[in-house]
């Protein structure tokens, strides 16, 4: 190898270790520095669908009012007229959201996403919410083991921390751990 090359190698392996050092502390969750370049991570999730111009699922990186929803959705339809209080309403990670004309003006459903959207979304499934199929969406977790968890979570009238998990037929330590990332209560 000449020398050209030799030195070369050198600065451009110093940046790439300092592109890598800086990518680290993003992840790593470090807080973002004044005149960040670099967009917010949308960590909310929320689906709308109805009388909006683009149904579909929609990230935010806090959570959204029913009005923010709505305008990044394409706004609402031509009959539908909501009332600013019901606008303001302050919506949570993991629901999806229905608006439509009434007979009243404007009518709002929430529910929450199904298990699997979630699962795509990265949003913890709730051990204490979800149905058995629902739990199959959390990976390690089959039919038998997801009637398990009902099962025990109907006893216990709901878990009250997700160590108790330790105690259902065919979730072991091991189990445990690899689903844990996954639930919430």
Partial sequence: MNQRKKNDIVPGG????????????????????????????????VAVSGDVARP??????????????????????????????????PIVTGKRVHVGASENGCLVF?????????KTLRIPISINGETREGLTAIPGIGFATAGAIVSERQRRHGFRSLDELLTVHGVGPGLYDKIKPFIIL
């Fill in 56 to 89: 579909g699922t929609y990230g935010f990186t806090h959570g959204p009012n029913l009005q923010r929803l709505v305008q990044r959705a394409g706004g609402l339809g031509k009959k539908v007229h909501a009332p600013d209080r019901l606008m303001q309403t």
């Fill in 14 to 45: 110093l940046c790439l270790i300092f592109c890598l050092l800086g990518l680290s502390q993003i992840q790593a969750g470090h807080p973002p520095c004044k005149n960040n370049p670099w967009p917010e991570i949308e960590s909310v999730f």
């Fill in 110 to 118: 929430e529910e929450d996403m199904s298990a699997f959207h979630k």
